[in-house]
């Protein structure tokens, strides 16, 4: 069964439903830097940025790996939304850097992988410390999340998926192999997680077909 991460909220109903059925947060480096109790992952607040039309916020990452990185359970490496091979070049330097420190000697980072991206142009990247995380826009995550799994699986790696606010989309990730997927729907209404988890769970036939299996 997937591993599911709720973007972090302070709603206390939504944390109970979210820890009465085992689901972790994803801690944004542009929001509050608070765990509320949850195992949790580290996001570098590109999609905040990319959302507001702002660069990269070197300091509120910084501020949020020194805080919350050493106990996460992955941290996904700076990128450029939809950047291509821009990102992973910038994600490479930003790799180099954190594998560097001390206190992250044990950490697991997941690269962005965005549209344009091919294998081969990660493959040496990844292994058992350095993961992938499925980003890009809908149409090319849905139609290549099976390969990104392949190919972090066959290097020992996890492969999470970014974004996934359906039961639908949660079925096709179960589907195409994925380890762990995240999103912000649960976060904000309570009576929405029932559908998703039960998603989670219960993977249907549907969603095998639809990946070809």
Same mark, same amino acid.
């Given at each position: 069964?997937?591993?599911?991460?709720?973007?972090?909220?302070?709603?206390?109903?939504?944390?109970?439903?979210?820890?009465?059925?085992?689901?972790?947060?994803?801690?944004?480096?542009?929001?509050?830097?608070?765990?509320?109790?949850?195992?949790?992952?580290?996001?570098?607040?590109?999609?905040?940025?990319?959302?507001?039309?702002?660069?990269?916020?070197?300091?509120?990452?910084?501020?949020?790996?020194?805080?919350?990185?050493?106990?996460?359970?992955?941290?996904?490496?700076? $990128?450029?939304?939809?950047?291509?091979?821009?990102? &992973?070049?910038?994600?490479?330097?930003?790799?180099?850097?954190?594998?560097?420190?001390?206190?992250?000697?044990?950490?697991?980072?997941?690269?962005?992988?965005?549209? $344009?991206?091919?294998?081969?142009?990660?493959?040496? &990247?990844?292994?058992?410390?350095?993961?992938?995380?499925?980003?890009?826009?809908?149409?090319?995550? &849905?139609?290549?999340?099976?390969?990104?799994?392949?190919?972090?699986?066959?290097?020992?790696?996890?492969?999470?998926?970014?974004?996934?606010?359906?039961?639908?989309?949660?079925? &096709?990730?179960?589907?195409?192999?994925?380890?762990?997927?995240?999103?912000?729907?649960?976060?904000?209404?309570?009576?929405?997680?029932?559908?998703?988890?039960?998603?989670?769970?219960?993977?249907?036939?549907?969603?095998?077909?639809?990946?070809?299996?």
């Amino acid at each position: 069964m997937m591993l599911a991460y709720a973007s972090r909220t302070g709603t206390r109903r939504n944390l109970a439903a979210l820890r009465a059925a085992g689901w972790r947060l994803m801690i944004s480096a542009r929001g509050a830097l608070r765990t509320e109790g949850f195992r949790y992952a580290l996001d570098n607040g590109a999609w905040t940025a990319f959302q507001r039309g702002e660069p990269f916020d070197t300091a509120a990452f910084e501020r949020a790996v020194a805080r919350l990185g050493p106990d996460a359970d992955w941290i996904v490496v700076p $990128d450029i939304v939809m950047g291509g091979l821009a990102s &992973l070049r910038f994600s490479r330097r930003w790799l180099h850097r954190l594998r560097q420190r001390r206190a992250l000697r044990e950490t697991t980072f997941l690269i962005a992988v965005q549209n $344009d991206m091919e294998p081969r142009h990660v493959r040496r &990247l990844v292994g058992p410390r350095t993961g992938i995380f499925v980003g890009g826009n809908t149409p090319w995550k &849905l139609t290549t999340m099976a390969m990104w799994a392949r190919l972090a699986h066959d290097h020992g790696a996890i492969c999470h998926v970014g974004r996934v606010n359906s039961a639908r989309r949660i079925r &096709l990730c179960a589907a195409a192999g994925a380890d762990s997927f995240d999103g912000s729907g649960v976060s904000r209404f309570a009576s929405a997680l029932p559908p998703l988890d039960l998603a989670r769970r219960q993977p249907d036939i549907e969603a095998w077909l639809a990946a070809g299996r």
